[in-house]
C-alpha cells in the first residue's frame, strides 16, 4: 500500500521510512506543504502522514485544503506539539488521528495499520480467495495451506488485488499503487511480476487464470470463492508489532548509532541558532521573525531527539518550543532562564556519545507517583524502580487543587498521567493526617479506576478501614522493603494490563462493526468474524476469554459451533455468550442444551453486553481459584 510522507526533519523521515518500508509500504517523501499538496493532488495514496509544523504550508492548513477539494484519503497528523488544542484543531481540520512526538513506532505502525483498515474496501487483516490467504499482519501467505514464497514487490501485488477482489485492476492503476513516484517501471515490469506470480500459484495447484487477464482493462482474482474474511482487530494494542528478534534489535540499534553520528552534530549546530537567539534577546535585539525561527528549531529537535530516546534533551526542547512560541515578544529579563535550558541541552546532546538499548523507545514507561514520602524513602524506592523499568515521580504534600493541577504538569511532561500513585499514612495525631483523607477521598472520587498503593503501620486496624472507605486499593505496611513495594506495583500494572480478549462470530458486518466500539470503554480487545467456516482456526489462534455468538449464519449456525467448542475438553470452560435477533425461548432453550452460558437479544447497550461479559469471567475465575 502506498504512503505520503510530508515531513522536514531529514533525521525523523530516515528512521520511519526505514520503519515502514520494511512492513511493505510504498513511500513518497516530500518536505514542504505545497509539494506534499502537489503529489496528494497528482498521485493516488492509501494514506497521507503530515506533519504539523512544516515550511510553506502547515499540516493543518494543508489537511483543510485536501478535505476541502474532496479528498477522503486517511490523514495522519504528526507533531510534538501535546497541547489539547493542537489536537482539536487537527481533527477539526479533518485528520482521522493524530499521534505526538516522541511516540513509539510500534504504536505509529498499529495506528497506521488502523487507518489503512479502515480506508479499505476490505477493512479485515486476514484476506482469502478461494484456497489463497494472505494476513498482513505477518506477511504470510499459503495457498490450500501450504506456504506461499513471494518477492516484496510479489507480495504487495497480490495483497492489492486481494484487498479488493471483485475490482479489476488496470496497468496503470498498478503502477500508480506499487511503485513510488522516483521509480519509472514500465508496464512490461507489471506484466512480468503477474507471470511470476501465477506461476507460482500454478506449482501450488492454482487454476492457470487465478489471476485473470480482461483484454483492454487489466487483472482481477478468479477463484471458485471469491470473498475475503472479516477478522477485524479493533484495539490498538492487538496490533503492536514490536521486533522480536535480537538480530532484529541489534541491527536498527548500529542503525540507530550510524544515524546519531551526523545527527549529534545537526543537533549541536540548531542548539547554537537558538543559544544566538537568547543572546540576541539579552541585548533586546531578537526580531519577531528570529523568535520564530528558533521555536521551529527547538520543535524539530523534539522529534528528532526523541527517535534516539533521549527523553531528558527531549524535555529541555519542550520546554524550550514552549518558551520561545508561549509569547508575542520576549523581554530580556528572561532570556537567563532560557540560556539555562539551551545550555542544558547542549550539555545533554554533547555528553550523548552512542545510543544503548535501553534508550531505544518502546512506548511510555510506566509512571508511579511517591506523595508526602519522606527522601531517603523516596531516593531507595527510585532505584529500584529504574531497575525494573518504571518512572518514579514524587510531589511532596499540597493542597487538593494544587495537588491536581501538578499531577496534571506531569502527564504533560511525561506524555501520560500516572498510572499508580503511592501514598503513606501520616500518623494519627499529625495535622497532616486530615489531609490524607481528604486528598486520598477526592482522587478516588475522581479518578475511581486510579491504582492507588497506601503504606501505613500495620497495627492501626482504624487506618487500614479509612483507606479502604475512602477507595484504595492496597495496603501495605511502613516496613516493606523497597524491591517488594516495587513488585506490588508491577503486578498492579500486570493485572490492569490483562485485556480480556472477545471473540464474536456473526454475518452481520454492520453488527461487526458496531460492537467493538460499543465494548471499547471497557477495555476489551475484539476480534470479529463474519465466516464461521473458519472459527476453528481463528479460535485456536486468538484464544478468547469469551466468545459472543449468533445463531443464524450461513453454512454453519451459532448452535453447531458451540457443539464443536464444547466436545474439545480444553475449550469446555470457555464462557459462551449467545447474541441473536431470536427472542423465543425455544431458541433459548436450545442454545443453554448446547452449553451457552447465556443469552442475549439484539440490540443492547453496550453496558449491559459489558456487564454480562464481566460477570461470566467473574463466576469462572472465582470458580478456576
Same mark, same amino acid.
Given at each position: 500500500?502506498?504512503?505520503?510522507?510530508?515531513?522536514?526533519?531529514?533525521?525523523?523521515?530516515?528512521?520511519?521510512?526505514?520503519?515502514?518500508?520494511?512492513?511493505?509500504?510504498?513511500?513518497?517523501?516530500?518536505?514542504?506543504?505545497?509539494?506534499?499538496?502537489?503529489?496528494?493532488?497528482?498521485?493516488?495514496?492509501?494514506?497521507?502522514?503530515?506533519?504539523?509544523?512544516?515550511?510553506?504550508?502547515?499540516?493543518?492548513?494543508?489537511?483543510?485544503?485536501?478535505?476541502?477539494?474532496?479528498?477522503?484519503?486517511?490523514?495522519?497528523?504528526?507533531?510534538?506539539?501535546?497541547?489539547?488544542?493542537?489536537?482539536?484543531?487537527?481533527?477539526?481540520?479533518?485528520?482521522?488521528?493524530?499521534?505526538?512526538?516522541?511516540?513509539?513506532?510500534?504504536?505509529?505502525?498499529?495506528?497506521?495499520?488502523?487507518?489503512?483498515?479502515?480506508?479499505?474496501?476490505?477493512?479485515?487483516?486476514?484476506?482469502?480467495?478461494?484456497?489463497?490467504?494472505?494476513?498482513?499482519?505477518?506477511?504470510?501467505?499459503?495457498?490450500?495451506?501450504?506456504?506461499?514464497?513471494?518477492?516484496?514487490?510479489?507480495?504487495?501485488?497480490?495483497?492489492?488485488?486481494?484487498?479488493?477482489?471483485?475490482?479489476?485492476?488496470?496497468?496503470?492503476?498498478?503502477?500508480?499503487?506499487?511503485?513510488?513516484?522516483?521509480?519509472?517501471?514500465?508496464?512490461?515490469?507489471?506484466?512480468?511480476?503477474?507471470?511470476?506470480?501465477?506461476?507460482?500459484?500454478?506449482?501450488?495447484?492454482?487454476?492457470?487464470?487465478?489471476?485473470?487477464?480482461?483484454?483492454?482493462?487489466?487483472?482481477?482474482?478468479?477463484?471458485?470463492?471469491?470473498?475475503?474474511?472479516?477478522?477485524?482487530?479493533?484495539?490498538?494494542?492487538?496490533?503492536?508489532?514490536?521486533?522480536?528478534?535480537?538480530?532484529?534489535?541489534?541491527?536498527?540499534?548500529?542503525?540507530?548509532?550510524?544515524?546519531?553520528?551526523?545527527?549529534? /552534530?545537526?543537533?549541536?549546530? #540548531?542548539?547554537? =541558532? +537558538?543559544?544566538?537567539? %537568547?543572546?540576541? &534577546? *539579552?541585548? @533586546?535585539?531578537?526580531?519577531?521573525?528570529?523568535?520564530?525561527?528558533?521555536?521551529?528549531?527547538?520543535?524539530?529537535?523534539?522529534?528528532?531527539?526523541?527517535?534516539?530516546?533521549?527523553?531528558?534533551?527531549?524535555?529541555?526542547?519542550?520546554?524550550?518550543?514552549?518558551?520561545?512560541?508561549?509569547?508575542? /515578544?520576549?523581554?530580556?529579563? #528572561?532570556?537567563? =532562564? +532560557?540560556?539555562?535550558? %539551551?545550555?542544558? &541541552? *547542549?550539555? @545533554?546532546?554533547?555528553?550523548?556519545?552512542?545510543?544503548?538499548?535501553?534508550?531505544?523507545?518502546?512506548?511510555?514507561?510506566?509512571?508511579?507517583?511517591?506523595?508526602?514520602?519522606?527522601?531517603?524513602?523516596?531516593?531507595?524506592?527510585?532505584?529500584?524502580?529504574?531497575?525494573?523499568?518504571?518512572?518514579?515521580?514524587?510531589?511532596?504534600?499540597?493542597?487538593?487543587?494544587?495537588?491536581?493541577?501538578?499531577?496534571?504538569?506531569?502527564?504533560?511532561?511525561?506524555?501520560?498521567?500516572?498510572?499508580?500513585?503511592?501514598?503513606?499514612?501520616?500518623?494519627?495525631?499529625?495535622?497532616?493526617?486530615?489531609?490524607?483523607?481528604?486528598?486520598?477521598?477526592?482522587?478516588?472520587?475522581?479518578?475511581?479506576?486510579?491504582?492507588?498503593?497506601?503504606?501505613?503501620?500495620?497495627?492501626?486496624?482504624?487506618?487500614?478501614?479509612?483507606?479502604?472507605?475512602?477507595?484504595?486499593?492496597?495496603?501495605?505496611?511502613?516496613?516493606?522493603?523497597?524491591?517488594?513495594?516495587?513488585?506490588?506495583?508491577?503486578?498492579?500494572?500486570?493485572?490492569?494490563?490483562?485485556?480480556?480478549?472477545?471473540?464474536?462470530?456473526?454475518?452481520?458486518?454492520?453488527?461487526?462493526?458496531?460492537?467493538?466500539?460499543?465494548?471499547?470503554?471497557?477495555?476489551?480487545?475484539?476480534?470479529?468474524?463474519?465466516?464461521?467456516?473458519?472459527?476453528?482456526?481463528?479460535?485456536?489462534?486468538?484464544?478468547?476469554?469469551?466468545?459472543?455468538?449468533?445463531?443464524?449464519?450461513?453454512?454453519?449456525?451459532?448452535?453447531?459451533?458451540?457443539?464443536?467448542?464444547?466436545?474439545?475438553?480444553?475449550?469446555?470452560?470457555?464462557?459462551?455468550?449467545?447474541?441473536?435477533?431470536?427472542?423465543?425461548?425455544?431458541?433459548?432453550?436450545?442454545?443453554?442444551?448446547?452449553?451457552?452460558?447465556?443469552?442475549?437479544?439484539?440490540?443492547?447497550?453496550?453496558?449491559?453486553?459489558?456487564?454480562?461479559?464481566?460477570?461470566?469471567?467473574?463466576?469462572?475465575?472465582?470458580?478456576?481459584?
Amino acid at each position: 500500500m502506498k504512503i505520503l510522507l510530508v515531513e522536514d526533519d531529514d533525521v525523523f523521515v530516515k528512521v520511519l521510512v526505514r520503519a515502514l518500508k520494511a512492513q511493505n509500504y510504498i513511500l513518497d517523501v516530500v518536505k514542504d506543504g505545497e509539494m506534499g499538496w502537489t503529489y496528494g493532488s497528482t498521485y493516488e495514496y492509501d494514506l497521507i502522514v503530515l506533519d504539523v509544523v512544516l515550511p510553506k504550508l502547515d499540516g493543518i492548513s494543508l489537511c483543510k485544503r485536501f478535505r476541502a477539494e474532496g479528498f477522503v484519503t486517511p490523514i495522519l497528523l504528526l507533531t510534538s506539539q501535546d497541547s489539547n488544542t493542537t489536537k482539536v484543531q487537527g481533527l477539526d481540520a479533518g485528520a482521522d488521528d493524530y499521534v505526538v512526538k516522541p511516540f513509539d513506532h510500534a504504536e505509529l505502525i498499529a495506528r497506521v495499520r488502523a487507518l489503512l483498515r479502515r480506508g479499505s474496501a476490505n477493512p479485515f487483516p486476514l484476506l482469502t480467495c478461494g484456497d489463497l490467504m494472505l494476513n498482513p499482519s505477518t506477511y504470510d501467505v499459503s495457498y490450500q495451506g501450504r506456504p506461499l514464497t513471494l518477492t516484496r514487490k510479489e507480495y504487495e501485488l497480490l495483497e492489492l488485488m486481494m484487498r479488493d477482489s471483485q475490482h479489476v485492476f488496470s496497468t496503470e492503476e498498478l503502477l500508480d499503487h506499487l511503485w513510488s513516484s522516483e521509480e519509472f517501471p514500465s508496464e512490461a515490469t507489471v506484466r512480468s511480476h503477474i507471470r511470476r506470480v501465477r506461476q507460482k500459484l500454478v506449482a501450488m495447484g492454482a487454476s492457470p487464470d487465478f489471476i485473470a487477464t480482461l483484454h483492454g482493462r487489466g487483472y482481477y482474482l478468479k477463484a471458485s470463492e471469491t470473498e475475503t474474511l472479516p477478522i477485524a482487530q479493533e484495539t490498538l494494542t492487538e496490533s503492536h508489532l514490536e521486533q522480536d528478534s535480537a538480530d532484529a534489535q541489534q541491527q536498527y540499534l548500529d542503525f540507530l548509532n550510524t544515524t546519531w553520528v551526523t545527527t549529534k /552534530s545537526s543537533s549541536l549546530d #540548531q542548539v547554537a =541558532l +537558538i543559544l544566538q537567539a %537568547v543572546e540576541d &534577546l *539579552q541585548a @533586546d535585539r531578537l526580531s519577531h521573525c528570529d523568535q520564530v525561527q528558533a521555536q521551529h528549531i527547538a520543535h524539530k529537535l523534539v522529534g528528532t531527539l526523541s527517535i534516539f530516546g533521549l527523553n531528558k534533551a527531549v524535555h529541555l526542547s519542550r520546554q524550550l518550543e514552549y518558551w520561545l512560541g508561549g509569547q508575542a /515578544s520576549l523581554q530580556p529579563n #528572561q532570556a537567563p =532562564l +532560557i540560556q539555562s535550558l %539551551v545550555l542544558a &541541552l *547542549q550539555q @545533554d546532546i554533547q555528553a550523548t556519545m552512542q545510543i544503548e538499548a535501553s534508550q531505544i523507545p518502546h512506548g511510555h514507561s510506566a509512571i508511579l507517583l511517591s506523595i508526602g514520602a519522606e527522601l531517603e524513602f523516596n531516593q531507595a524506592l527510585g532505584e529500584v524502580a529504574a531497575s525494573r523499568g518504571i518512572q518514579l515521580e514524587v510531589l511532596p504534600l499540597l493542597e487538593k487543587e494544587e495537588m491536581f493541577s501538578a499531577i496534571e504538569a506531569i502527564a504533560s511532561t511525561t506524555g501520560h498521567a500516572p498510572n499508580v500513585i503511592l501514598f503513606q499514612v501520616p500518623p494519627n495525631e499529625s495535622p497532616e493526617k486530615q489531609w490524607f483523607s481528604q486528598v486520598l477521598q477526592a482522587f478516588t472520587q475522581r479518578h475511581p479506576d486510579q491504582l492507588i498503593i497506601v503504606i501505613g503501620d500495620r497495627t492501626e486496624f482504624c487506618n487500614r478501614l479509612e483507606v479502604v472507605r475512602l477507595g484504595g486499593r492496597c495496603f501495605l505496611d511502613r516496613t516493606t522493603p523497597p524491591d517488594q513495594i516495587i513488585a506490588t506495583v508491577v503486578n498492579s500494572l500486570k493485572s490492569s494490563h490483562d485485556a480480556t480478549k472477545i471473540m464474536i462470530v456473526d454475518d452481520d458486518d454492520h453488527w461487526l462493526r458496531t460492537l467493538p466500539t460499543l465494548l471499547k470503554p471497557w477495555g476489551f480487545r475484539v476480534t470479529t468474524l463474519a465466516d464461521p467456516q473458519q472459527f476453528w482456526a481463528v479460535l485456536q489462534a486468538i484464544t478468547p476469554d469469551v466468545l459472543i455468538l449468533d445463531i443464524n449464519m450461513p453454512q454453519i449456525n451459532g448452535f453447531e459451533l458451540c457443539q464443536i467448542l464444547r466436545s474439545d475438553p480444553k475449550w469446555q470452560r470457555l464462557p459462551v455468550l449467545f447474541l441473536s435477533v431470536l427472542t423465543d425461548a425455544a431458541s433459548q432453550h436450545q442454545a443453554f442444551t448446547v452449553g451457552a452460558d447465556d443469552y442475549l437479544c439484539k440490540p443492547l447497550m453496550g453496558s449491559e453486553l459489558a456487564n454480562r461479559i464481566l460477570n461470566r469471567l467473574q463466576r469462572i475465575r472465582t470458580w478456576v481459584s
